[in-house]
């Protein structure tokens, strides 16, 4: 069992910065893949990007690659998602989830998930 807590949202102006952080406890972080998806309001959830514990590779969907960037601190169990060059379209709630899979791109294959985190960004 893993609990993901995330903390971090807010609003701020197009082009500015946000940094999500998602407090995982329970099993060990490092043996879980870290993903962000986001929900806006009358759309499907959708993957933003994860960090694979297989490496430590990161993915990203193509919307946000160069101005989104996932980290970790596995002596925190804690991923980070640092939001750069904002735009109205990123505005949603932010989930952080985990999976036992090396990588995952749908909310299908994640088994725990955080309560979200809202960010909103003003035009």
């Known amino acids: 069992q893993v609990q993901v807590v995330e903390s971090g949202g807010g609003l701020v102006q197009a082009g500015g910065s946000l940094r999500l952080s998602c407090a995982a406890s329970?099993?060990?972080?490092?043996?879980?893949?870290m993903g962000w998806f986001r929900q806006a309001p009358g759309k499907e959830r959708e993957f933003v990007g994860c960090l694979s514990w297989s490496g430590g590779s990161t993915y990203y969907v193509e919307s946000v690659k160069g101005r989104f960037t996932i980290s970790g601190d596995n002596a925190k169990n804690t991923v980070y998602l640092q939001m750069n060059s904002l735009k109205p379209e990123d505005t949603a709630v932010y989930y952080c989830?985990?999976?036992?899979?090396?990588?995952?791109?749908?909310?299908?294959?994640?088994?725990?998930w955080g309560q979200g985190t809202q960010v909103t960004v003003s035009s």
């Open positions: 989830a985990a999976t036992r899979a090396p990588f995952g791109s749908t909310w299908g294959e994640y088994d725990y």
């Open positions: 329970g099993r060990t972080f490092s043996s879980y893949t």
